[in-house]
């Protein structure tokens, strides 16, 4: 029988030869599907804009179906539905400003790290080298119980990790 091959934007099979799958992918049902997929993925302002920019449909406002369906050239978003996904797009544009400005970073941050390694290696070396700070070594919020972690995970021992003096890597 030979190879089949399976495209998974429009959940057929056929048989696998250059002929078929050339012409299974410039087909136009393919093109359709392939574009239905990934709009799914697309930010809320690519689909204002797109949908700001087209002429709604009048089949669908006057009927609530359009024979078309997703590939109608029309917008099938009534005023309200603009509303909304405008507001969607005005909430995700001030959250990433926050975001930018540094106002939400959430507990527990990267950054919130890397500002208290920079504070507490600033304030060591203005500290005379004869008192060594420890360090508290703390687990995140949300870990499993400490043994439950393996060993790569588990904080090091009090002081630090013996080395033998004649150890050898590699």
């Excluded at 934007?9 to 002929?19: E, G, K, P, W």
């Excluded at 996904?85 to 939400?104: P, W, Y």
């Excluded at 527990?108 to 600033?122: N, P, Q, S, V």
């Excluded at 870990?143 to 590699?170: F, T």
Aim: charged letters at 30%; one cysteine or more.
């Amino acid at each position: 029988m030979g190879k089949r091959y399976f495209c998974d934007y429009c959940d057929r099979s056929f048989q696998d030869n250059l002929h078929n799958r050339k012409k299974h992918l410039n087909g136009v049902q393919h093109l359709r599907a392939k574009k239905v997929w990934y709009d799914l993925f697309r930010d809320a302002a690519a689909i204002l804009q797109e949908e700001q920019s087209k002429k709604p449909c009048r089949k669908f406002l006057q009927t609530g179906q359009c024979d078309f369906g997703s590939n109608c050239r029309f917008s099938h978003m009534t005023e309200v539905d603009l509303e909304k996904l405008n507001a969607q797009v005005q909430e995700e544009r001030r959250a990433k400003e926050q975001q930018r400005d540094g106002i939400a970073n959430p507990p527990g941050t990267i950054e919130e790290w890397l500002e208290k390694r920079a504070k507490r290696l600033g304030s060591a070396q203005t500290n005379s080298a004869d008192h060594e700070e420890e360090s508290v070594f703390q687990y995140p919020p949300g870990w499993p119980p400490v043994h439950e972690l393996p060993p790569s995970l588990q904080a090091p021992p009090p002081g630090r990790w013996l080395v033998p003096p004649n150890l050898q890597w590699g």
